[in-house]
């Protein structure tokens, strides 16, 4: 089955810093990212997604790459602000098939 | 927070027993999921269904069992054969697969203690 891992586990950043946070997958054949953001105490949800056939998106401050033939993609997020604290979750499918999710990434945004 | 509930919000249970967590959706969603979250695990799947009457083990069913009889509700039972349940348990709903609208809504969770 699919494999995905996610680096780093914290991440400290200073307000205003950008933030990258990295996964891979095992399988080629998964063709949906998506990244979730989970603040403390509350359920996860869907900050930006990419699908196979495009190689980066953009929405504001948030940015994902995707890199097919390495298996990696990448969550960038500039300017950052203290209300983007928070644990980030990358997953991947197929088909939209069930979400395999990584092991999630601490952002600390410090003032 | 419309969409996906989960009762209750906490839940406590003694050795030996079964508990049966709740997740109803109104997104008219055929896919539902339960995961399982522990701190430095990320969200590891327990059980999927696709579609009402029908479901497949996750990575980590051992010990959990589930129903799908209403496209509506996707009941998690753990049962006492699950050797450490202590964990916090979210459910997700989504579209059906191959549709190309994936993105899974998730419902507050669970936070299951054992006594």
């Known amino acids: 089955g699919e494999n995905v891992e996610q680096h780093p586990s914290t991440l400290s950043v200073q307000e205003g810093d950008s933030a990258v946070i990295k996964c891979t997958y095992s399988d080629s054949a998964s063709n949906y990212f998506p990244w979730y953001k989970q603040e403390l105490g509350k359920r996860p949800q869907l900050i930006i997604d990419?699908?196979?056939?495009?190689g980066e998106k953009k929405d504001q401050r948030i940015a994902v790459t995707l890199n097919k033939t390495a298996k990696h993609f990448s969550l960038h997020i500039t300017e950052t602000q203290p209300e983007d604290s928070a644990v980030y979750f990358c997953a991947a499918s197929k088909g939209g098939n069930k979400l395999t999710f990584g092991t999630g990434t601490q952002l600390k945004v410090e003032l | 927070d419309g969409g996906i509930t989960q009762s209750p919000k906490y839940l406590f249970r003694k050795e030996g027993q079964n508990v049966t967590l709740s997740c109803e959706q109104n997104l008219n969603h055929d896919a539902m999921y339960w995961y399982r979250q522990d701190p430095g695990q990320g969200l590891r799947l327990i059980y999927y269904s696709q579609i009402v009457n029908d479901f497949q083990k996750g990575d980590i069913a051992e010990g959990y069992s589930v129903s799908r009889e209403k496209k509506e509700s996707f009941p998690l039972t753990v049962t006492s054969a699950q050797k450490n349940p202590t964990a916090f348990y979210l459910c997700a709903s989504s579209t059906k697969a191959g549709t190309g609208n994936t993105e899974a809504f998730f419902g507050q969770g669970t936070r299951l203690t054992v006594v």
């Open positions: 990419i699908r196979s056939n495009v």
